[in-house]
Antibody, heavy 120, light 110 residues
Framework: EVQLLESGGGLVHPGGSLRLSCAASGFTFSSYAMNWVRQAPGKGLEWVSTISGSGGSTFYADSVKGRFTISRDNSKNTLFLQMSSLRADDTAVYYC?????????????WGQGTMVTVSS | QSVLTQPPSASGTPGQRVTISCSGSSSNIGSYTVNWYQQLPGTAPKLLIYSNNQRPSGVPDRFSGSKSGTSASLAISGLQSDDEADYYCAAWDDSLNRVVFGGGTKLTVL
């Protein structure tokens, strides 16, 4: 079964750091670009970051550029999001998502999400 | 303010056909394919339609997508109570260089 499982969320003070992980199973992880998408409480979906299958290319939303770093370990089938200089408006559920084989702009598999709360 | 515009709410009765619109511009929907996601309460989003009108395996043919110019639509026929969810459209935007989502439409089955 194709599956994504996020972990690492929690409560962090403004200015703090957190590292999210996303463990993948059931597919050839290194063959697919991966994404992080977040959803603030009661709000819509916001794309955060994308990394290519090899890890050689990365892309970020302007709202997180310079503060967040996406990476992956293909030997361990794991995706990461290193978040620093966290702000209150980073509070959200963070989902990792796999791109569709036929349409790389479509996200066909999503994790269950991990909640990040930035508060003093 | 979302780049793609969706109505905040829609409703229908069981068995009815409902449509949800998604309006964009030449830099997104007008040039790229549209994807639709369903988010049931308290769960992660699920890909419902990709490449404007393609259904992933397992998605019932009651769900269909279409695109014309800078707008797209999701149609749900034979409405069921289980269809009550939030629906989001999404597309690549080449002026923002990122995937953009609509604000979401909350579908209520009366």
């Amino acid at each position: 079964e194709v599956q994504l499982l996020e972990s690492g969320g929690g409560l962090v003070h403004p200015g703090g750091s957190l590292r999210l992980s996303c463990a993948a199973s059931g597919f050839t992880f290194s063959s697919y670009a991966m994404n992080w998408v977040r959803q603030a409480p009661g709000k819509g979906l916001e794309w955060v970051s994308t990394i290519s299958g090899s890890g050689g290319s990365t892309f970020y939303a302007d709202s997180v550029k310079g503060r967040f770093t996406i990476s992956r370990d293909n030997s361990k089938n794991t995706l990461f999001l290193q978040m620093s200089s966290l702000r209150a408006d980073d509070t959200a559920v963070y989902y990792c998502a796999k791109v569709h084989q036929l349409d790389p702009m479509a996200f066909d598999i999503w994790g269950q999400g991990t909640m990040v709360t930035v508060s003093s | 303010q979302s780049v793609l515009t969706q109505p905040p709410s829609a409703s229908g009765t069981p068995g009815q056909r409902v449509t949800i619109s998604c309006s964009g511009s030449s830099s997104n929907i007008g040039s790229y394919t549209v994807n639709w996601y369903q988010q049931l309460p308290g769960t992660a989003p699920k890909l419902l339609i990709y490449s404007n009108n393609q259904r992933p395996s397992g998605v019932p043919d009651r769900f269909s997508g279409s695109k014309s110019g800078t707008s797209a639509s999701l149609a749900i026929s034979g409405l069921q109570s289980d269809d009550e969810a939030d629906y989001y459209c999404a597309a690549w935007d080449d002026s923002l260089n990122r995937v953009v989502f609509g604000g979401g439409t909350k579908l209520t089955v009366l």
